[in-house]
C-alpha cells in the first residue's frame, strides 16, 4: 500500500466548484509518499504507458513548454543539473524535450493534464495520468470540458458554463487550486473506470480516504491551462460496522 500519514489541507467539503487562491510555492510538492507513487508511477509508464499517457502532435509545445515551467519550480528535494533531474528517491531522469510528458511523470508525484481552447470549449490534448480516480484517460482525450466531465454528479450545463468561465479567466502567475475527497475500499492508486461502469460509493465500511490537490495555471506562450493533480490516500483504519435492527 503507498499512503500519505495525513492530507496537508482542510477537507471540510466546499460548495462545488470550490476554487481557491493558489499561493506561490504552492504548485507541486514531495512527500512521504513520493518513493512508492514514483515507483508505481514508472512501473505503468513501463508496461501500461499508452494507458496513462497521450498527447496529440499539435499540443508538443505546450507540453514543453509545460516541462521547462515545472523545471524552473521543482519542488524542494527535486534539483535540476543540467539536462539532469536528481529526485528524493535517489534516481537521476535525463530531460528529454521530445517526450515532455514521459519526462515529467518520472520527476513529479503529480499527473498533467493540458487543457487547450479549441472554439468555445477547452479540450484535453494532453496528460500523463497515472492516477486516475475512477476515469480513463481514453475516453478523455481529445474531449472538451463538458464531456471530460460525464458522468460526474451535480455537472449540469449551469456549472459546467461556470467551470469553463473559470478557465478562460485563469492569469498567467495567479492559479487555482480545489480539492475532492471520496472514500474507497481500496487504496490502490491506479483506478480506472469506463463512463458506463461507474465506480460503487465506498462501502460504510471503507476505510481509505482519497483527495486529489487539483491546480489549475496558465502557460504564457501557448496559453494553455494545466490541471495538475497530487493525490493522497490516508488509511483512516477500520470502520464501525452500522448496527442492524431486524
Not at 481557491?20 to 512521504?32: F, M, T, Y
Not at 461502469?197 to 480516504?209: K, N, Q, T, W
Request: hydrophobic share 40%.
Amino acid at each position: 500500500m503507498i499512503l500519505q500519514k495525513t492530507i496537508p489541507y482542510d477537507t471540510t467539503p466546499r460548495k462545488l466548484p470550490g476554487i481557491q487562491p493558489l499561493k506561490d510555492g504552492e504548485w507541486l510538492s514531495v512527500d512521504e509518499a513520493y518513493a512508492g507513487q514514483m515507483q508505481r508511477r514508472l512501473d505503468l509508464l513501463t508496461s501500461q504507458r499508452a494507458d496513462v499517457l497521450q498527447l496529440s502532435d499539435a499540443a508538443l509545445p505546450a507540453a514543453q513548454e509545460l516541462l521547462d515551467h515545472v523545471l524552473s519550480e521543482l519542488p524542494a528535494g527535486i534539483a535540476r543539473q543540467g539536462d539532469l533531474v536528481h529526485c528524493p528517491d535517489g534516481r537521476v531522469v535525463q530531460i528529454n524535450l521530445q517526450d515532455p510528458l514521459g519526462t515529467l511523470g518520472q520527476i513529479c508525484q503529480e499527473d498533467f493534464c493540458i487543457l487547450e481552447k479549441q472554439g468555445a470549449e477547452h479540450v484535453l490534448t494532453g496528460a500523463v495520468l497515472c492516477f486516475p480516480a475512477s476515469w480513463t484517460l481514453a475516453q478523455k482525450f481529445l474531449k472538451p470540458l463538458l464531456a471530460i466531465h460525464v458522468p460526474v454528479k451535480d455537472y449540469d450545463d449551469n456549472l459546467a458554463r461556470r467551470v469553463q468561465r473559470l478557465f478562460d479567466g485563469i492569469q498567467v502567475g495567479r492559479g487555482l487550486w480545489r480539492f475532492n475527497a471520496l472514500m474507497y475500499d481500496d487504496p490502490e492508486l491506479y483506478q480506472p473506470r469506463t463512463e458506463d461502469d461507474p465506480r460503487p460509493l465506498g462501502g460504510p465500511e471503507a476505510r481509505y480516504f482519497r483527495s486529489e490537490r487539483q491546480s489549475m495555471i496558465r502557460l504564457p506562450q501557448s496559453r494553455a491551462v494545466i490541471f495538475a493533480i497530487h493525490t493522497y490516500v490516508v488509511d483512516q483504519g477500520p470502520q464501525p460496522v452500522a448496527a442492524s435492527c431486524d
